[in-house]
């Protein structure tokens, strides 16, 4: 049954905890310990020889279902559940990669992403090498005989840059590393990267999967001895544990995952083609736009354009900051795939982690704006981008007549 599920279905149902009272929605098992009938019962449950909770660092019923949930949306054997998108991604670098280890990613990623490979990993022998994956050729000659690790971001955080996934995997299977791509812009709705041949797929929960903004989660999905490695280094020892309660929320926010993305989908459309057409915007960053150069790959790597967005105005600094400060209807946040729309500044706030260097080299600039386009009717928000912009077109106009 749970596999021929359709993703719409398999997001309300996949992975459903039975629970003994019959109750609709599942219980919050927010306890951190589990009673054992007997030292014989907790001993056995310690050396794997019987199944059923220990405490809620090693597992909770709540959180698995999450889990369970996961790993069948990914196409994955399983998932483990962790406190935050960056626990999640620091579970799979310091869980799989040792001293001595060569890791390859690509020279843009979410700011703390970068921070961690670029500052944190080397503190532990472990070498990084950052490439853009657009250009496979680099990423190639840049693989050496200690290279374990291959890891990417599409669309990436903050520019919307897409790479081809199938020939990211075909490269990382000829070279026998292991591909690792943060889904976290498309949700599994959107993209399936183990279908296309990655090995581990990671997101932050805390965006579209939860999408109330009310919850810091992530989540790993992956196979095999993969998932014990994560589970027993990278969670039962290194301990960024998911707590059940927003274990909870985030399988109640799912539940909607799909009318959700829809609309996200929607609105950044329609955002992203009325800021293209504006005569103060110079560039808009959006898969969905035949302009953009991973247009090509929706339809096949991915199934709609997602809801996020970055533009480019025909101003300096100065005149950026003010059209970001008179939007009334996006707030100023960062984080992403909300109900509410946010716009947000990625040089100063979340890729301020770069040096000015590796941030211009990694395609974000001075003035980049991220719009993550929330739920609300789109004449609103068009409404609000037309008023904010305004005063540029009218001095553009100005200097036209001059
Ligand atoms: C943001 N992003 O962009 P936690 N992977 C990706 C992300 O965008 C993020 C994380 C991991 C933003 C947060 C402030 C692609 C986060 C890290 O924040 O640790 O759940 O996820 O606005």
Same mark, same amino acid.
């Given at each position: 049954?749970?596999?021929?599920?359709?993703?719409?279905?398999?997001?309300?149902?996949?992975?459903?905890?039975?629970?003994?009272?019959?109750?609709?929605?599942?219980?919050?098992?927010?306890?951190?310990?589990?009673?054992?009938?007997?030292?014989?019962?907790?001993?056995?449950?310690?050396?794997?020889?019987?199944?059923?909770?220990?405490?809620?660092?090693?597992? *909770?019923?709540?959180?698995?279902?999450?889990?369970?949930?996961?790993?069948?949306?990914?196409?994955?054997?399983?998932?483990?559940?962790?406190?935050?998108?960056?626990?999640?991604?620091?579970?799979?670098?310091?869980?799989?990669?040792?001293?001595?280890?060569?890791?390859?990613?690509?020279?843009?990623?979410?700011?703390?992403?970068?921070?961690?490979?670029?500052?944190?990993?080397?503190?532990?022998?472990?070498?990084?090498?950052?490439?853009?994956?657009?250009?496979?050729?680099?990423?190639?000659?840049?693989?050496?005989?200690?290279?374990?690790?291959?890891?990417?971001?599409?669309?990436? *955080?903050?520019?919307?840059?897409?790479?081809?996934?199938?020939?990211?995997?075909?490269?990382?299977?000829?070279?026998?590393?292991?591909?690792?791509?943060?889904?976290?812009?498309?949700?599994?709705?959107?993209?399936?990267?183990?279908?296309?041949?990655?090995?581990?797929?990671?997101?932050?929960?805390?965006?579209?999967?939860?999408?109330?903004?009310?919850?810091?989660?992530?989540?790993?999905?992956?196979?095999?001895?993969?998932?014990?490695?994560?589970?027993?280094?990278?969670?039962?020892?290194?301990?960024?544990?998911?707590?059940?309660?927003?274990?909870?929320?985030?399988?109640?926010?799912?539940?909607?995952?799909?009318?959700?993305?829809?609309?996200?989908?929607?609105?950044?459309?329609?955002?992203?083609?009325?800021?293209?057409?504006?005569?103060?915007?110079?560039?808009?960053?959006?898969?969905?736009?035949?302009?953009?150069?991973?247009?090509?790959?929706?339809?096949?790597?991915?199934?709609?354009?997602?809801?996020?967005?970055?533009?480019?105005?025909?101003?300096?600094?100065?005149?950026?900051?003010?059209?970001? *400060?008179?939007?009334?209807?996006?707030?100023?946040?960062?984080?992403?795939?909300?109900?509410?729309?946010?716009?947000?500044?990625?040089?100063?706030?979340?890729?301020?982690?770069?040096?000015?260097?590796?941030?211009?080299?990694?395609?974000?600039?001075?003035?980049?704006?991220?719009?993550?386009?929330?739920?609300? *009717?789109?004449?609103?928000?068009?409404?609000?981008?037309?008023?904010?912009?305004?005063?540029?077109?009218?001095?553009?106009?100005?200097?036209?007549?001059?």
């Amino acid at each position: 049954m749970a596999s021929k599920m359709h993703p719409e279905t398999a997001v309300i149902h996949a992975g459903r905890l039975r629970e003994p009272q019959g109750s609709l929605v599942s219980p919050i098992y927010q306890s951190a310990t589990f009673v054992f009938d007997d030292v014989q019962t907790g001993s056995a449950r310690f050396a794997g020889e019987q199944s059923g909770p220990i405490y809620t660092r090693l597992g *909770n019923p709540t959180v698995a279902e999450f889990e369970r949930r996961m790993a069948h949306l990914e196409g994955a054997d399983g998932a483990v559940g962790f406190a935050s998108g960056m626990a999640a991604v620091s579970a799979v670098l310091l869980g799989l990669l040792s001293s001595g280890d060569h890791l390859i990613c690509n020279t843009c990623l979410y700011g703390c992403t970068h921070s961690l490979v670029s500052e944190q990993l080397p503190r532990f022998g472990i070498e990084v090498t950052q490439v853009d994956f657009a250009d496979l050729e680099a990423v190639r000659a840049a693989i050496r005989p200690s290279t374990k690790m291959l890891l990417l971001e599409s669309p990436v *955080n903050p520019h919307l840059a897409v790479y081809d996934l199938a020939a990211v995997a075909a490269l990382a299977r000829e070279a026998q590393l292991v591909s690792v791509v943060d889904n976290t812009f498309m949700t599994p709705l959107l993209q399936r990267p183990k279908s296309l041949g990655i090995d581990i797929v990671l997101h932050s929960a805390t965006k579209y999967l939860n999408g109330h903004g009310d919850v810091i989660a992530g989540v790993v999905c992956a196979d095999g001895d993969t998932l014990e490695l994560l589970r027993h280094r990278s969670l039962k020892d290194i301990g960024g544990v998911l707590s059940p309660h927003d274990a909870w929320l985030i399988l109640r926010g799912m539940k909607t995952l799909a009318l959700r993305m829809e609309r996200h989908c929607l609105n950044a459309q329609t955002l992203a083609e009325f800021l293209e057409s504006h005569p103060a915007v110079t560039r808009v960053y959006y898969p969905g736009l035949e302009s953009h150069p991973g247009h090509h790959l929706l339809g096949s790597q991915m199934g709609a354009a997602g809801g996020v967005l970055a533009l480019e105005l025909d101003a300096d600094f100065e005149q950026a900051v003010a059209f970001v *400060n008179r939007l009334k209807l996006f707030s100023i946040a960062v984080s992403l795939g909300d109900a509410e729309s946010l716009v947000q500044h990625p040089a100063s706030m979340t890729h301020a982690t770069y040096q000015v260097e590796d941030r211009h080299r990694a395609g974000i600039g001075d003035t980049l704006i991220r719009l993550s386009a929330g739920l609300e *009717n789109v004449a609103d928000l068009l409404a609000d981008l037309r008023q904010a912009l305004a005063p540029l077109s009218q001095s553009s106009t100005l200097e036209e007549a001059l």
